[in-house]
């Protein structure tokens, strides 16, 4: 009955097929014809096997249906496949839809044209050409032309009346030869698309690997193509496969296969694919097999790394293969989730050991959709378990490839989500459909080690010659997640030795000692002992050799030991680790309360009791509880270091403020750890989660607590930060409550992926510069201002407390606090941060309860008063308010006059100080006469002048960090040469700027209150400085332009060597800087020219607002151009040049180098205009 089972399949159908196109060249003739039959079963295995697609679709009406099995049986001949009605529509199927399927899944459409065509026949032509179907026209009748479908009226029929017939198939033959590569192409990725689109869109159907690079390559050749072209469809497809390659969901099914049984995993790979399985089939996602440079093997052990399950076609050839075997034994070792199909009778001795306890699926003997819907039951079972394998393994061999490096180690939820997967309990004497390998425990464990802050469960002591236990033991302990210390892989690059082991030792909950013949004669083991005894740490021990009693150190010889030396068999072993987990289970959560707060209370008596260290909130309340339910303990009590930093810590309870906290990503936690620590060091109080929350607490409650108590907001700059939902949620909860925010750079990180509010700030850099000199930064950073920040911090901790209460006067500030809040506010309009709405409408109610208080007071009094005498008191009243006005005027004119002579004298002061400065600090007793040129404005043609320029002599000078002591990106020192060229003597001020915004229809940016005028423009971006010179330029037809890094040099230095251009010193009133004596102190920018100029006649090149230049950054002054021309480079970063009003006067040296990116305005930038090297006449 030509059942579909008794089809050639295989390699035993491609070589039929290819015995069928066997050519007999020279005269030669076949020994024996090919049946007519026998052409049939190889075209019909050939359909099957290529899932019912065709070589051509025959459109023929029923009384030429007999002309249509002679084309087939033709066509058969060649091994051309053909579609028709009565062979192809199956039983009980749509064949209208049918009949559209085999028109999509034909390369060509062939008509018979005859003088009558049906208006069905015609449908199904349409339908062809929709689909741009190749469309031959067969003539089987002669048939007048006005009867030929206009759309077939240009095409070249072939001739298939009878007396033509013969040529007729020659020709049909020729055809479908020409160009079949192209149209098998569109026609597969045309069933493709079209299955893509009824699936939803799902991305099983999207093509991957080879098929997607072919198909990319197809798609490009043939885009012009004139006739029958790809499709929108294609080209809509391919797009979709390319983007999805980066965010694909995993494989859940590698198919491992012998080629002889191709036809058979075709046939399951497309049946997976429709039932919403996702597949790795190598004919379909493996890279193009010509490609020399690709590892097949390791491309092949990749995917099935990344596949939920690996399913195995058996049979002999499977069975014998030494592919499928390499594929079996790798998935093992991953622990995969095995699944055998049989599809073909194999012999069991046959069968790889891996799978001789596995079961198997039959589709040999069974009904090939009773045992798919058994395979696809199975499939289907404990996914999340089985997914969860696959992501877990992934990310523990990328972590494996990259040096098991810190950051990438699972994090936050992962990290406890896996744990959690790891700890997975298989009970009812169900087993897991898969294993997690020793890596990923030993991943998962290290993860929780670095998110402990390096401590662990267990202190590991032994020989080494003990070894090979050790790893045993240590593998076992990590499959429930339990985490070890070893000086193999805990000691870091570096470290003292010796002072690592006791750390890891102090840094454990218990310690595990194994006795053994080497481990009892050793030094080190007994040192390791004595130091866990000294710290009452918790000792297990494990006889891992037959060693007698007598030879036991003494510590340990009434201790009962765990014995690993009687074990027959795994059995004894596994129990034996039971027995080592029920003793870390038992008191759990007293020893490692034990050991954190002993880690901490060294620390605290190491840095002479730094009360940074002391404990605060409710890690001073689970303390104290501890304690109290530990102190009559007999074994392991609390030391009396416990005591003495709970005690301390008790009386400095309510005094400790947070002066910064710490947000960053966990990929960034040894960066962050150890700024936390050299923090605490310098007598910094931090709050960092890692040891500031504990478990089973509202973690995003307490790290909200944890910003509004903080001074500061440090924030750790990396890829992975800025990309964190975390991080974002603790950025704007910081910026909502106007935290101050400092940002240090670990990780390069571009500017524009950054949250907004820290785009505007500038950062000190930890990634180009060295650990201590950016701390010492950040230290300087975190007491700028300390006090302001600090009563910021309290104020609206207070205002928070009054709007949780509904705004309670209960909770309003008294007398004394509300003075002392006015005083704030006044002193804190021009710092950082500002004071917030919440406080101001705090303060400003404060302010109005007092005041309504005190008119109820006094209105009582009055009353009072009145129904005693009131006319003579009223009279009296009047008398004393009078005098009390006069003498209150007497008083303020007094005090004015007092202000005034103290200014008087301070100006005087400051004037005498000034000239001492001038004589001792100067190198030169008088000033040379300036060696600046003359003095040029140049008009503006819509009138007016432009900034006023100072030309500069041409020179060469030392550029760089001359004197020492500078910053890393200040060298090396070099020799620039400079050409003459003219350069604005201020900075550009809002005058010059808001000429140029009203010109050009642009927003004026913002002074702050500060004024306008002479002032320097401030808020620009690098790109509005541009926009204003060339605006000058158009205005004046010179060529302005910014001044590059070295011209902005010479011109600051104005022919000195010095820090600054009047020498080492920074000196009093020289300059508009933090500590410069300035009347503006560091609240606001200075007019420009309020100091005296260099000796090239330049003003503010010390100090009052850093100004943009042409050059891009580069982190050193290696290859640096030595011709003072702009210094090209790559990035979005700018150089900022001469410090401003709120930097220290070690930013505003001549050598100093400031960065930040282009898009970037702030209050303290700004920007001067250069002109020249010479190329016209002023």
């Not at 839809?97 to 069905?120: H, K, M, T």
């Not at 607002?1105 to 950054?1113: G, I, K, L, Q, R």
Request: proline fraction near 4%.
């Amino acid at each position: 009955q030509k059942a579909a089972q008794h089809l050639l399949v295989g390699q035993q159908r491609v070589a039929a097929e290819a015995w069928l196109l066997t050519e007999f060249l020279g005269g030669k003739q076949p020994p024996c014809q090919p049946a007519t039959l026998m052409c049939e079963f190889i075209c019909e295995a050939r359909k099957q096997a290529e899932d019912r697609m065709t070589d051509i679709f025959l459109c023929y009406a029923p009384k030429e249906t007999d002309l249509c099995h002679q084309v087939v049986q033709s066509l058969s001949r060649h091994a051309k496949t053909c579609w028709t009605y009565d062979s192809d529509i199956q039983t009980g199927s749509q064949s209208e839809r049918a009949i559209e399927q085999g028109i999509e899944g034909a390369d060509n459409f062939g008509l018979f044209l005859s003088p009558v065509i049906s208006e069905s026949r015609r449908h199904e032509l349409a339908y062809a050409l929709k689909y741009n179907k190749r469309i031959i026209p067969l003539l089987v009748a002669p048939t007048a032309a006005e009867q030929i479908p206009n759309a077939l009226r240009g095409l070249q029929r072939i001739d298939l009346t009878e007396t033509h017939r013969a040529a007729g198939f020659e020709t049909l033959l020729r055809i479908l030869r020409n160009e079949h590569a192209y149209y098998e192409r569109h026609k597969v990725l045309l069933v493709r698309a079209l299955k893509w689109i009824e699936g939803n869109h799902k991305p099983m159907f999207l093509l991957r690997g080879y098929n997607l690079e072919t198909a990319k390559v197809w798609l490009q050749i043939n885009q012009n193509r004139p006739g029958q072209p790809p499709l929108p469809l294609h080209q809509t497809l391919i797009t979709a496969s390319e983007t999805a390659i980066s965010d694909q969901s995993g494989t859940q099914v590698y198919i491992s296969y012998s080629r002889q049984d191709n036809d058979f995993v075709r046939q399951l790979n497309t049946r997976l694919q429709e039932a919403g399985k996702s597949t790795w089939f190598d004919q379909e996602n493996q890279t193009k097999n010509t490609n020399a440079d690709v590892d097949f093997e390791a491309e092949a052990f990749k995917s099935i790394a990344s596949a939920d399950n690996l399913v195995l076609v058996l049979s002999p050839a499977s069975a014998a293969s030494n592919y499928c075997q390499r594929e079996i034994k790798q998935a093992a070792e991953l622990g995969k989730r095995i699944i055998n199909l049989l599809c073909r009778e194999t012999d069991a001795n046959t069968i790889p050991n891996a799978l001789q306890s596995l079961p198997w699926l039959d589709f040999n003997r069974s009904d090939f959709d009773q045992a798919f819907l058994a395979l696809v039951e199975i499939l289907e079972r404990q996914t999340d378990y089985v997914r969860r394998h696959t992501d877990i393994l992934v990310q523990a061999l990328h972590w494996q490839q990259n040096q098991r490096a810190t950051q990438h180690l699972l994090v936050g939820k992962q990290r406890q989500a896996a744990e959690q997967w790891l700890k997975t309990e298989f009970l009812g004497g169900k087993q897991p459909p898969c294993q997690p390998t020793a890596l990923m425990c030993e991943y998962i464990c290290q993860a929780r080690k670095n998110a402990e802050n390096l401590m662990t469960d267990i202190f590991i002591c032994y020989d080494e010659q003990d070894k090979a236990i050790r790893n045993q033991v240590i593998q076992s302990l990590s499959r429930y997640a339990k985490t070890c210390w070893t000086h193999v892989s805990d000691i870091q690059k570096g470290a003292n030795y010796e002072r690592a082991i006791e750390q890891g030792i102090e840094n454990a909950d218990n310690f595990c000692y194994f006795i053994s013949p080497y481990a009892v004669a050793s030094d080190y083991c007994q040192r390791e002992l004595n130091h866990a005894l000294q710290y009452n740490k918790r000792v297990v021990p494990l006889l891992i050799a037959p060693t007698p009693a007598s030879a036991f150190p003494e510590a340990l010889q009434g201790l009962q030991y765990i014995d690993l030396t009687d074990n027959t068999c795994q059995a004894d072993y596994d129990s034996d680790i039971d027995d080592i987990l029920n003793i870390l289970k038992h008191e759990q959560d007293y020893y490692k309360q034990h050991k954190v707060l002993q880690v901490l209370a060294l620390k605290w008596a190491t840095e002479n009791r730094n009360p940074a260290f002391l404990l605060r909130g409710h890690n001073l309340e689970n303390a104290q509880i501890w304690l109290r339910l530990s102190n009559k303990r007999q074994q392991h009590p609390p030391l009396e270091l416990h005591h003495q930093l709970i005690t301390a810590s008790e009386a400095a309870k309510g005094q400790l403020g947070t002066e910064v906290f710490i947000s960053y990503s966990r990929k960034d936690g040894d960066f962050a750890r150890h700024l936390n620590t050299v923090l605490q060091e310098a007598g910094k109080t931090t709050w960092f989660d890692q040891v500031s929350i504990s478990t089973g607490v509202d973690f995003e409650k307490k790290i909200y607590k944890g910003i509004d108590g903080a001074d500061n907001f440090v924030f750790v700059i990396s890829p992975d930060a800025v990309q964190s939902e975390y991080c974002k949620r603790e950025v704007n909860y910081a910026a909502d409550n106007s935290k101050r925010f400092i940002s240090v750079l670990h990780r390069e990180t571009s500017p524009d992926t950054m949250p907004l509010a820290l785009r505007k700030i500038h950062w000190i850099d930890f990634k180009d510069t060295t650990f201590d000199k950016s701390c010492r930064k950040l230290i300087q950073a975190i007491e700028l201002d300390r006090e302001h920040v600090h009563q910021h911090t309290m104020l609206q901790q207070r205002a928070h407390d009054w709007a949780e209460n509904n705004r309670s006067a209960d909770f309003l500030l008294n007398i004394t606090a509300c003075a002392n809040a006015e005083s704030w506010q006044t002193t804190a309009q021009n710092k950082l941060p500002a004071p917030t709405v919440l406080q101001l409408d705090f303060i400003e109610n404060s302010r109005q309860a007092i005041k309504a208080n005190k008119w109820r007071k006094a209105l009582m009094i009055l009353t009072t008063v009145s129904m005693i005498a009131a006319v003579i008191l009223a009279v009296v009243a009047v008398v004393q308010m009078n005098e009390a006005d006069v003498e209150r005027q007497k008083a303020n004119v007094e005090r004015e006059n007092a202000k005034q002579a103290e200014k008087t004298a301070e100006k005087q002061t400051l004037l005498a100080e000034q000239e001492r400065q001038k004589a001792n600090v100067c190198e030169k007793a008088k000033p040379e006469p300036t060696k600046a040129g003359r003095v040029f404005q140049n008009a503006l043609k819509d009138g007016g002048l432009g900034p006023e320029m100072i030309w500069l002599p041409a020179g060469k000078f030392r550029m760089g960090d001359i004197q020492g002591g500078g910053d890393d990106d200040e060298k090396p020192v070099h020799e620039v040469s400079i050409g003459r060229f003219a350069m604005s003597r201020y900075e550009v001020t809002f005058d010059e700027y808001d000429r140029f915004a009203e010109a050009t229809s642009r927003n004026k940016p913002r002074d702050r209150g500060w004024g306008r005028g002479k002032r320097p423009v401030i808020s620009v971006f690098w790109h509005d400085a541009v926009d204003y010179v060339k605006w000058l330029s158009e205005q004046t037809q010179k060529p302005y332009r910014l001044p590059s890094e070295a011209e902005w040099e010479y011109a600051a230095r104005a022919g000195t060597d010095t820090k600054y251009y009047w020498g080492n010193q920074s000196g009093v009133n020289f300059g508009h800087f933090r500590g410069s004596g300035s009347e503006w102190s560091v609240q606001q920018t200075a007019p420009v020219g309020s100091f005296a100029p260099n000796d090239f006649g330049i003003y503010d090149t010390v100090g009052n607002v850093w100004e943009w230049v042409a050059d891009p950054w580069h982190s050193s002054y290696d290859n640096a151009p030595s011709d003072g021309s702009v210094w090209k480079g790559e990035g979005d970063f700018r150089v900022l040049r001469g410090g401003s009003f709120n930097d220290f006067s070690f930013s505003c040296r001549a050598a100093y180098r400031g960065r930040n990116t282009s898009g970037l305005r702030s209050c303290d930038l700004g920007f001067r205009v250069a002109v020249g090297v010479v190329a016209w006449t002023e």
